[in-house]
């Protein structure tokens, strides 16, 4: 007879292998789904599943990067250049759709600059209170009005929530509140979806010096 306790081992064992492979599976199969919804771009007679009699997963990531690549190579140039121009200030005509599309362009230039401070460092910061920490992302410096009429430096925090980190709360938190970590922005991510059970190794091995406002953000 099998003692309990090993059974609930070996079951949470098993979990442990099934669970994550079982979502990540999941989660590639719903953005190959997603991709292949590029194919119908296509006319109908020239579909992967007209032409082959059935359907072939994985076409439409592929047709999405070669559209991609192409545009890419088009806007780079000159008449592509101007082609976007042109596109541009059409939409800005459009009252809903140009706000939806500049701010859209902002954020999507912000974030795949290089050099830019979008998402790049892993902050600590004290919410909702004093004495409680979260995790939080700095999406950049805060500038302008803004800045101007807030007594301390301020920069621009994005603090998600768990498990989900597409949802969550963007703060102008004061600098000299503001911790900056040595964890990578995937581990940060990580340790939010996984409400915290997911701890990265700590890199600096002194854990006995007491942690520091950051003076670099």
Do not use: C
């Not at 200030?89 to 706000?99: C, E, G, H, K």
Request: proline fraction near 7%; hydrophobic fraction near 45%.
């Amino acid at each position: 007879m099998i003692p309990l306790s090993t059974i609930r081992r070996y079951l949470i064992a098993g979990l442990l292998v099934w669970l994550p492979l079982s979502v990540t599976l999941l989660v590639i199969k719903l953005l190959v789904d997603l991709m292949d919804n590029t194919l119908l771009l296509l006319p109908e007679a020239y579909r992967p599943d007209t032409l082959l009699g059935f359907h072939l997963p994985g076409l439409g990531v592929v047709l999405s990067i070669t559209i991609l690549f192409v545009t890419g190579i088009v806007a780079a140039n000159f008449f592509g250049r101007r082609l976007v121009e042109v596109w541009e200030r059409l939409l800005a005509r459009i009252p809903l759709v140009r706000s939806i599309y500049s701010g859209t362009k902002q954020v999507s230039e912000t974030l795949f600059a290089p050099g830019g401070q979008s998402f790049r460092k892993v902050l600590l910061i004290e919410y909702p209170r004093r004495g409680l920490w979260t995790v939080a992302f700095q999406t950049g410096v805060t500038a302008g009005e803004a800045q101007a009429k807030t007594a301390d430096e301020v920069i621009n925090v994005y603090m998600p929530t768990t498990p989900n980190p597409t949802s969550g709360f963007f703060l102008m938190v004061p600098k000299r509140d503001v911790i900056e970590l040595d964890m990578s922005v995937d581990e940060g991510l990580k340790m939010i979806i996984s409400m915290g059970v997911f701890v990265p190794t700590w890199r600096n091995k002194d854990s006995s010096k007491p942690p520091t406002l950051s003076p670099n953000l």
